[in-house]
Every structure is written in C-alpha cells, then in structure tokens.
C-alpha cells in the first residue's frame, strides 16, 4: 500500500514541480500573467506538502540527509511565493529563493539516485 501511495505522491510533486517551472519561465519570456504567482505559490505549497507526506524506505543516514535536503527545497519554494506576493519585496527577491531551492533539489536528486545505485552493486 505504502508503495503505489508513494508512487502517486511523487506524481503529484512532478506536477506540482512544472507548476513551479511554468510559472518561473513566463517572466523570463517576458509573459506576464497574474495568475503566475498563485500558480507558483500553489506548486510551492503543494511540493512541500507533498514532500512532507512521503514515507522513505529505511537507508543510510547520508540518504535520510539528503531527503530531508529535498524537503528545505520545498520550503526555499515557500519562501520565493511569499516574496512574489508581500509588497516590500524587490522584483527579483523571489528569484533567489528559487534558484537556491532547485539548487537544493538537483543536488539531492541526483546524490540519492547515485548512492542507491551504488548501494545495490
């Protein structure tokens, strides 16, 4: 059960995440829509949700590491739709918060999936 329930959760962060990536290319495409940030702000909120409700199969400590890596990306997502909606910000300030959040999460990504494969030889 536990399985096919993370399998469908990390369906939903794929989408959750192209949210993210659409409504982060649209400015840089010089589009403006102002539904843009509330889809950013609701794949933001929605990724670290998700993030929050995986259940991760027991492994090395450095993996747990890394996972809860993948859950401050989340949160750096957070705080980039916080700064796309509170007046005081700079117009870029939501920028950097992103960019360190996918920082965050190519890391891990790619770290879990060479350490499990490492692990399986």
Request: glycine share 4%.
């Amino acid at each position: 059960m536990d399985n096919n329930k993370n399998r469908l959760l990390y369906k939903l962060i794929a989408v959750a995440m192209a949210m993210i990536l659409v409504a982060a290319v649209l400015p840089i495409l010089q589009i403006h829509w102002e539904g843009s940030r509330y889809m950013l702000a609701v794949g933001a909120a929605a990724t670290l949700v998700l993030r929050l409700l995986l259940k991760y199969p027991k492994s090395t400590s450095r993996i747990a590491r890394l996972h809860r890596m993948e859950n401050v990306a989340a949160m750096c997502y957070c705080v980039s739709a916080f700064f796309l909606f509170y007046p005081g910000a700079g117009a870029t300030d939501w920028l950097g918060f992103l960019t360190a959040g996918a920082a965050l999460q190519i890391y891990a990504t790619f770290t879990i999936d060479y350490l499990e494969k490492r692990d399986k030889k």
